[in-house]
Nanobody, 129 residues
């Protein structure tokens, strides 16, 4: 059974940091792209940061470049994807979702939500001003 379980969300003051984790199991995630997306109330789900299966290629949405870092640990049975978020701003407030694709895609770091098949339940990140 495929499971993506996020953790690490919470309430932080502007300028602070949080580290999100996503544990993916039940699929061949060591060879699939994965990423983080977010959705604020009344908005569509948007990409934040993604990476290809090896972690060598990454994509960052413009507003998070230089502040967020995505990485992955491809263990044998469980892949863990991290999102280190620094210099957080109130506009980063959203529910953050971990996602995994269902195919290899070579070196591509997929950036669009529709390219991902598996999704976690989400974790709330709230940044106070």
């Amino acid at each position: 059974q495929v499971q993506l379980v996020e953790s690490g969300g919470g309430l932080v003051q502007a300028g602070g940091s949080l580290r999100l984790s996503c544990a993916a199991s039940g699929g061949s995630f060591t060879t699939f792209p994965m990423g983080w997306f977010r959705q604020a109330p009344g908005t569509e789900r948007d990409s934040v940061a993604t990476l290809n299966w090896s972690g060598r290629n990454t994509y960052y949405e413009d507003s998070v470049k230089g502040r967020f870092t995505i990485s992955r640990d491809n263990a044998k049975n469980t892949v863990t994807v991290y999102l280190q978020m620094n210099s957080l701003k109130p506009e980063d407030t959203a529910v953050y979702y971990c996602a995994a694709a269902a195919a290899h895609y070579g070196m591509a770091a997929l950036s669009r939500p529709y390219e991902y098949t598996y999704w976690g339940q989400g974790t709330q990140v709230t940044v106070s001003s």
